[in-house]
């Protein structure tokens, strides 16, 4: 595995010596989100492998290219979990992609997203130095918001070669509650439950029809499910898997308008815009399919309180993520000159002027 990484580093000092841009990529399971690539393809998926797993401990730790597959298959002999359910996408997903993208599935809301559970990772900056930073345990704070910081960062900072995750056991038991209700009354109702002290790990509201899934102890499911009400749903399995993996039919309609994903306070009241729309996370993650246009999306969202994101497809020319405030934007600059002097990796990959 050195002279994998020896051959990482020469080939960023050369592209740093000639100012010649890269584009990092494991699996491409990912390569559609945010603005498109550009550069010459520098291929993670050679440097794999978990490096080192401790079940009592709740922690692994694995190279950038190993396999997302790979590493849910070792967890799960452990009856152990990423509780934040990063969707895969595709079979080639690898663990570098799950932390560059910072995606998180339908258990987000409950457990917390990808940088909660990032205790530590390494980073070949533009230099070609090879930088640590946290550790293995949860009280190893020495660099640990860097580790976080790398979260949904798409590679713009450097080249993520390991990181070591924090583990949860799966839980003993679960099951999926569903309701008929309007979209007005599935968020009130949300967040009614969300101030009680009830197992829900996720929730979907589509077309009239809300999902919730409770997980945890039988004794604590059985006494929600007295409290709650609803119908209960067999085999729910496969339905979270399609929201996680966005299978779902509702992804599954033409893009042609582009899928928009909006965070949003969850007591955020319906918004006003036209479209077809699926709602996570307790009321705080809406998709939208939508003519509106980008502006009336961006301006419903931040009057709400949230911002919006063309998750996929759609006129990329408009920018992908919402822009960022001056003092924010100045933050980014900073760091993207300390990490990556030459700008080469992933340039413009987040925001036009990166």
């Known amino acids: 595995m050195?002279?994998?990484?020896?051959?990482?580093?020469?080939?960023?000092?050369?592209?740093?010596?000639?100012?010649?841009?890269?584009?990092?990529?494991?699996?491409?399971?990912?390569?559609?989100?945010?603005?498109?690539?550009?550069?010459?393809?520098?291929?993670?998926?050679?440097?794999?492998?978990?490096?080192?797993?401790?079940?009592?401990e709740l922690v692994i730790t694995a190279?950038?290219?190993?396999?997302?597959?790979?590493?849910?298959?070792?967890?799960?002999?452990?009856?152990?979990?990423?509780?934040?359910?990063?969707?895969?996408?595709?079979?080639?997903?690898?663990?570098?992609?799950?932390?560059?993208?910072?995606?998180?599935?339908?258990?987000?809301?409950?457990?917390?997203?990808?940088?909660?559970?990032?205790?530590?990772?390494?980073?070949?900056?533009?230099?070609?130095?090879?930088?640590?930073?946290?550790?293995?345990?949860?009280?190893?704070?020495?660099?640990?918001?860097?580790?976080?910081?790398?979260?949904g960062s798409m590679g713009s900072l450097g080249l993520i070669t390991d990181m070591s995750i924090k583990v949860l056991p799966k839980p003993f038991a679960e099951t999926t509650?569903?309701?008929?209700?309007?979209?007005?009354?599935?968020?009130?109702?949300?967040?009614q439950w969300g101030g009680q002290a009830l197992p829900i790990s996720a929730s979907a509201w589509h077309v009239g029809r809300l999902m919730l899934r409770l997980s945890g102890a039988e004794a604590a499911i059985h006494s929600a499910k007295k409290s709650l009400g609803g119908e209960e749903v067999r085999d729910a399995a496969s339905y979270w898997n399609s929201l996680r993996e966005q299978t779902h039919e509702f992804f599954l309609q033409g893009e042609e308008h582009g899928l928009w994903r909006l965070s949003l306070p969850s007591s955020a009241a319906p918004l006003q815009l036209t479209g077809k729309s699926l709602i996570e996370w307790g009321g705080a993650q809406r998709w939208l399919f939508t003519d509106?246009?980008?502006?009336?999306?961006?301006?419903?969202?931040?009057?709400?309180?949230?911002?919006?994101?063309?998750?996929?497809?759609?006129?990329?020319?408009?920018?992908?993520?919402?822009?960022?405030?001056?003092?924010?934007?100045?933050?980014?600059?900073?760091?993207?000159?300390?990490f990556d002097p030459a700008r080469i990796f992933n340039p413009r990959r987040m925001y036009p002027e990166l």
């Open 2 to 56: 050195e002279k994998i990484l020896q051959d990482f580093r020469e080939r960023i000092q050369a592209a740093s010596r000639y100012k010649t841009a890269l584009c990092i990529q494991g699996g491409a399971s990912k390569s559609w989100y945010g603005q498109h690539g550009v550069g010459e393809l520098l291929d993670t998926r050679a440097y794999s492998g978990i490096v080192a797993y401790e079940p009592t």
């Open 63 to 151: 190279r950038c290219g190993t396999q997302l597959a790979e590493i849910e298959a070792a967890l799960g002999e452990h009856h152990q979990m990423l509780a934040f359910e990063p969707p895969h996408f595709t079979q080639h997903a690898t663990l570098g992609g799950m932390l560059a993208s910072g995606l998180s599935g339908p258990r987000r809301a409950t457990v917390g997203a990808v940088r909660d559970f990032v205790l530590g990772a390494s980073l070949m900056d533009g230099r070609g130095e090879l930088l640590h930073f946290g550790g293995q345990v949860m009280k190893n704070v020495a660099g640990y918001d860097v580790s976080r910081l790398l979260a």
């Open 177 to 191: 509650l569903v309701f008929a209700l309007s979209e007005a009354d599935a968020l009130s109702r949300l967040n």
């Open 292 to 338: 509106e246009s980008p502006q009336r999306i961006r301006d419903a969202a931040r009057l709400a309180g949230g911002h919006a994101t063309l998750f996929r497809a759609g006129d990329k020319s408009l920018g992908v993520f919402a822009p960022l405030a001056p003092a924010v934007a100045k933050i980014h600059h900073n760091l993207k000159a300390a």
